[in-house]
């Protein structure tokens, strides 16, 4: 059975930091691209950050709204994902969501297969 269980939400203050963790089991890891997607209140669903395979690079994606307060990072040995998150505004308030992409890239436009349950994330002004 697949399971990504995440670790994390809490309500915190805007300026402050969060880190959320997400571990996989019962699927591949290694051979995935990993992301974190949320959904705030009122709004669509999107992807926040993603990263790549280790073997193609590791690159990561971040919407324009986190860059340089925000930072994925994985380990395969751990089957872990890591999620940063710093400078927290109350417009990063939203259900964040850890996922495996489906191929080895990620992004916002790739399909994701596997989900976390989500953690609630508010962060107050």
């Known amino acids: 059975q697949v399971q990504l269980v995440e670790s994390g939400g809490v309500l915190v203050q805007a300026g402050g930091s969060l880190r959320h963790s997400c571990g996989a089991s019962?699927?591949?890891?290694?051979?995935?691209?990993l992301g974190w997607l949320r959904q705030g209140p009122g709004k669509e669903r999107e992807c926040v950050t993603s990263?790549?395979?280790?073997?193609?690079?590791?690159?990561?994606y971040y919407t324009d709204s986190v860059k340089g307060r925000f930072t994925i990072s994985r380990d395969d040995a751990k089957k872990t994902v890591y999620l940063q998150m710093n400078s927290l505004k109350p417009d990063d308030t939203a259900i964040y969501y850890c996922a495996r992409a489906r191929g080895e890239v990620g992004g916002s436009a790739v399909p994701y297969d596997y989900w976390g349950q989500g953690t609630q994330v508010t962060v107050s002004s």
């Open positions: 990263i790549n395979r280790n073997g193609n690079g590791g690159r990561a």
């Open positions: 019962g699927c591949t890891f290694n051979w995935h691209a």
